[in-house]
């Protein structure tokens, strides 16, 4: 069974964890906080930017980075400007976690040099400094769902006001 996890280590701005959340609903990928957040949970703007998909939403909070790593085991994939490969490079098991930093610093430079064979880039233009954390975490999980052929979620849809 495949199991799809989302990490965001100290995340700070609500709206864009908010956008995340709403994409963690959507595609039934687990959504894991690490503290320390730069906003409280209960944040209306973090509230807003995920709507009403709250009770979709499978998520857990951590206090520090130890807490959340001693708590979970698999594949481990870590999304970096730094990187030397691509996303799309990587072949991602059944049960994975894909590892986002903070906004305004990324991800600590001595986790992503003891795991470089696992640390991977968005493609981007080299004057570019970095993408949206919420547009980052939607391409990653997306390339993950295509690879599992987007096990239990909907690919067709319908006009409403048409006969298909």
Same mark, same amino acid.
């Given at each position: 069974?495949? !199991?799809?996890?989302?990490?965001?280590?100290? *995340? %700070?701005?609500? %709206?864009?964890? =908010?956008?995340?959340? #709403?994409?963690?609903?959507?595609?039934?990928?687990?959504?894991?906080?690490?503290? *320390?957040? =730069?906003?409280?949970?209960?944040?209306?703007?973090?509230? #807003?930017?995920?709507?009403?998909?709250?009770? $979709?939403?499978?998520?857990?909070? /951590?206090?520090?980075?130890?807490?959340? &790593?001693?708590?979970?085991?698999?594949? &481990?994939?870590?999304?970096?400007?730094?990187?030397? #490969?691509?996303?799309?490079?990587?072949?991602? *098991?059944?049960?994975? /976690? $894909?590892?986002?930093?903070?906004?305004?610093?990324?991800?600590? !430079?001595?986790?992503?040099?003891?795991?470089?064979?696992?640390?991977?880039?968005?493609?981007?233009?080299?004057?570019?400094?970095?993408?949206?954390?919420?547009?980052?975490?939607?391409? =990653?999980? /997306?390339?993950?769902?295509?690879?599992?052929?987007? *096990?239990?979620? $909907?690919?067709?849809?319908?006009? #409403?006001?048409?006969?298909?």
């Amino acid at each position: 069974m495949n !199991e799809l996890n989302i990490v965001l280590i100290e *995340p %700070q701005i609500p %709206q864009n964890t =908010g956008n995340i959340a #709403r994409t963690c609903a959507a595609t039934s990928a687990r959504l894991h906080l690490v503290a *320390p957040l =730069g906003f409280e949970i209960d944040d209306k703007k973090l509230k #807003r930017a995920g709507l009403d998909y709250w009770s $979709l939403l499978d998520v857990h909070i /951590y206090a520090g980075v130890r807490e959340f &790593f001693s708590q979970n085991n698999g594949s &481990f994939f870590y999304f970096s400007t730094k990187a030397k #490969r691509v996303h799309t490079e990587v072949s991602y *098991p059944s049960k994975c /976690y $894909l590892v986002f930093g903070r906004e305004d610093a990324g991800l600590d !430079e001595a986790l992503l040099h003891d795991n470089m064979d696992r640390t991977v880039r968005i493609p981007m233009l080299k004057e570019a400094r970095s993408l949206n954390l919420s547009n980052s975490v939607a391409i =990653g999980v /997306y390339e993950v769902l295509r690879q599992w052929g987007y *096990p239990n979620l $909907l690919c067709q849809g319908k006009l #409403r006001n048409y006969a298909n």
